[in-house]
Structure formats: structure tokens, C-alpha cells
């Protein structure tokens, strides 16, 4: 478990959190769970119950949507926020691609992340567009 400066210092390097200043992200460090996982770790299961938004500090991870489809997460990148925001099952399962690090936010904590940021909600709407964009574009094929 890192001590608070060290993962200041590390989330300084979330490209989610660029444009937050130091003061933001050293009240974001302060939130959520640190999680370190091995390769091959399932952290979500399609149609389960789960209300954490998880933000890749390190590592990759595949999401499959569906029967077959792919998308892989790397730093910076988070999943999670859609069974957060409608208190709906989980849209996909989620599977550690290599080592990873990983901050858990619940949902207090999460309001909390908007809070002290505001700016992260647009940039959460944004990667969710883009999700429904690309899930309508696989679906026309
Ligand atoms: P949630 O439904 O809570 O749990 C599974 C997560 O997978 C989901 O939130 C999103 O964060 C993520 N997810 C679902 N669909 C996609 C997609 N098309 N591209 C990337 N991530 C997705």
C-alpha cells in the first residue's frame, strides 16, 4: 500500500487527472482503495451486481462486451461508472491483461472525485458518449 505522497505522485501521472492541480489530486489520493492485481484476475462480471468506478493507475485490461467483442483499458483509462451512475448490473465482463494497479472509488467516494473535480465529469461523459458511439457502430455491422 503506497503512503499518500507516493501516490499523489503517482496519479499526477493518470492522464484522467492532467489539468488537476496538485492541491486537486493530493484530496484525490485521500479517496479510494488501492488495489494490486495479478494477470488473468476477473474484477467484473457481466450481469453481476458492482458499484465501484476503477481507475487504471497501471497495467491493462480487457473488457468484453458481449459474446465476442473487445476493448482493451490501459492507464488513465476506468470502468465501472456505468453500474454507478443507474445502480444497474454490470454491462460487461472485466479482466486484468497483465499486473495491474488500481484505485476503487465507491459511490460516496466518487461524488467526493466530483467534488473536489468537476472537470472529471466531463471527461467521464465523454469516454461514456464515445462507449455508446462504438457500441451502436458494432452493432450496424
Ligand atoms: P459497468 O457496466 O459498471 O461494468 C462493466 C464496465 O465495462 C462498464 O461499466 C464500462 O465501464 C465498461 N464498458 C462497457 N462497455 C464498454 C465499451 N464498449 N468500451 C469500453 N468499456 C466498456
Do not use: C
Not at 483499458?73 to 465482463?93: C, H, I, K, N, Y
Amino acid at each position: 500500500m503506497l503512503r499518500r505522497p507516493e501516490k499523489t505522485q503517482l496519479l499526477q501521472t493518470v492522464p484522467l487527472f492532467k489539468a488537476l492541480s496538485h492541491r486537486q489530486i493530493s484530496q484525490i489520493a485521500r479517496l479510494g482503495t488501492e488495489i494490486v492485481v495479478g494477470a488473468g484476475t476477473r474484477l467484473a462480471t457481466a450481469g453481476e451486481y458492482g458499484r465501484e468506478l476503477v481507475i487504471i493507475v497501471e497495467g491493462r485490461a480487457t473488457v468484453t462486451v458481449g459474446r465476442r467483442r473487445t476493448v482493451s483499458l490501459g492507464p488513465g483509462d476506468f470502468w465501472g461508472e456505468m453500474s454507478l451512475v443507474d445502480g444497474g448490473p454490470r454491462s460487461a465482463t472485466v479482466e486484468a491483461a497483465t499486473e495491474m494497479r488500481l484505485l476503487a472509488l465507491n459511490e460516496h467516494e466518487f461524488s467526493m472525485l466530483l467534488q473536489t473535480a468537476p472537470l472529471i465529469a466531463i471527461k467521464l461523459m465523454k469516454v461514456l458518449s464515445q462507449r455508446v458511439r462504438n457500441a451502436e457502430a458494432s452493432y450496424s455491422v
